[in-house]
């Protein structure tokens, strides 16, 4: 299936990921981390078409390219030193959350507009062992569900969703995203159904950021992706909700108070109105770059 994911501050990534590189550069390597439609790595490769990609995504179905410039590696970012060994590069890609693809065709339960089994696992193929948002609203207690749907989705109805997922699942256990929708919808007020965020948005975000442990997953991958860069490389990081921004910013700030790199750009990036109208998920995508000292 070809890929629908469209990305998101594509140009103002790669120019400033790649101001100073020179068309025909033999020796450029990227470390794309969140591979996804591949639009960043597609991009790179058109204008330097001597790139070496080395692309990352835990989800086996990013991968449908056949570039041999492109080395993917079905694995989490967290884990990239593992792949790069003590291999150095001259930049760092990281695309946050989700990609339409996911959203759309993934049939994970990421999505609250289809009826799907309550995975929310980047994995496509989830093992036994691995946590999903069915374990976590079925098992879970009421009182830590309330804390990470609010802590990672910044729900204000955060108590109240929780106890009626616990009375919910007393009767029979929630398996299917449209059951969980149909929970949430019963536990906030009805003007609240009305607002612009859909009222299930909030408490998808949190169930999949728990799943799939992003924030601290993302610590990590931060810390290894600097190690990773060569000296006078770039790292650059697209990020969706405001949790994700605050690490990236925290990471950022914390490097250059340390001396060890250069802000790029001091307040985030952000898409133009053009690009919002054509991809309305570029509304909340915030972009910083730095450069290694």
Same mark, same amino acid.
């Given at each position: *299936?070809?890929?629908?994911?469209?990305?998101?501050?594509?140009?103002?990534?790669?120019?400033?990921?790649?101001?100073?590189?020179?068309?025909?550069?033999? /020796? +450029?390597?990227?470390?794309?981390?969140?591979?996804?439609?591949?639009?960043?790595?597609?991009?790179?490769?058109?204008?330097? @078409?001597?790139?070496?990609?080395?692309?990352?995504?835990?989800?086996?179905?990013?991968?449908?390219?056949?570039?041999?410039?492109?080395?993917?590696?079905?694995?989490?970012?967290?884990?990239?030193? /593992?792949?790069?060994?003590?291999?150095?590069?001259?930049?760092?890609?990281?695309?946050?959350? +989700?990609?339409?693809?996911?959203?759309?065709?993934?049939?994970?339960?990421?999505?609250?507009?289809?009826?799907?089994?309550?995975? *929310?696992? *980047?994995?496509?193929?989830?093992?036994?062992?691995?946590?999903?948002?069915?374990?976590?609203?079925?098992?879970?207690?009421?009182?830590? +569900?309330?804390?990470?749907?609010?802590?990672?989705?910044?729900?204000?109805?955060?108590?109240?969703?929780?106890?009626?997922?616990?009375?919910?699942?007393?009767?029979?256990?929630?398996?299917?995203?449209?059951?969980?929708?149909?929970?949430?919808?019963?536990?906030? @007020?009805?003007?609240?159904?009305?607002?612009?965020?859909?009222?299930?948005?909030?408490?998808?975000?949190?169930?999949?950021?728990?799943?799939?442990?992003?924030?601290?997953?993302?610590?990590?991958? +931060?810390? /290894?992706?600097?190690?990773?860069?060569?000296?006078?490389?770039? *790292?650059?990081?697209?990020?969706?909700?405001?949790?994700?921004?605050?690490?990236?910013?925290?990471?950022?700030?914390?490097?250059?108070?340390?001396?060890?790199?250069?802000?790029?750009?001091?307040? @985030?990036?952000?898409?133009?109105?053009?690009?919002?109208?054509?991809? @309305?998920?570029?509304?909340?995508?915030?972009?910083?770059?730095?450069?290694?000292?």
């Amino acid at each position: *299936m070809d890929s629908i994911h469209r990305t998101v501050l594509l140009n103002e990534t790669i120019d400033g990921l790649l101001v100073s590189q020179k068309v025909g550069d033999e /020796k +450029l390597v990227i470390l794309d981390c969140t591979f996804g439609g591949g639009g960043h790595s597609a991009e790179i490769l058109k204008k330097f @078409p001597k790139a070496k990609i080395i692309a990352l995504d835990e989800d086996k179905s990013a991968w449908r390219e056949n570039d041999v410039r492109i080395f993917f590696h079905n694995e989490n970012f967290s884990n990239l030193d /593992k792949i790069l060994k003590n291999e150095k590069v001259d930049g760092v890609i990281f695309d946050l959350g +989700l990609s339409s693809d996911q959203l759309e065709n993934s049939g994970r339960g990421f999505s609250f507009m289809k009826d799907e089994p309550l995975l *929310m696992t *980047m994995k496509e193929n989830p093992s036994l062992e691995d946590v999903t948002a069915e374990d976590i609203v079925n098992t879970w207690s009421e009182e830590n +569900l309330a804390d990470i749907i609010y802590g990672y989705g910044e729900e204000k109805y955060s108590r109240r969703i929780a106890r009626r997922i616990a009375k919910a699942r007393k009767k029979a256990k929630i398996k299917t995203t449209f059951d969980l929708v149909k929970i949430i919808e019963k536990a906030v @007020p009805e003007a609240y159904k009305r607002g612009k965020i859909h009222f299930a948005t909030r408490t998808f975000q949190a169930l999949r950021i728990a799943v799939n442990d992003e924030l601290r997953v993302l610590q990590t991958g +931060l810390e /290894k992706g600097f190690n990773a860069l060569k000296a006078g490389g770039r *790292m650059a990081v697209i990020s969706f909700h405001s949790l994700e921004d605050r690490i990236v910013k925290k990471f950022y700030k914390e490097k250059e108070k340390e001396g060890r790199v250069i802000l790029i750009n001091k307040k @985030p990036i952000i898409a133009s109105q053009e690009e919002i109208k054509n991809n @309305p998920r570029a509304r909340s995508a915030k972009l910083r770059i730095f450069k290694k000292i």
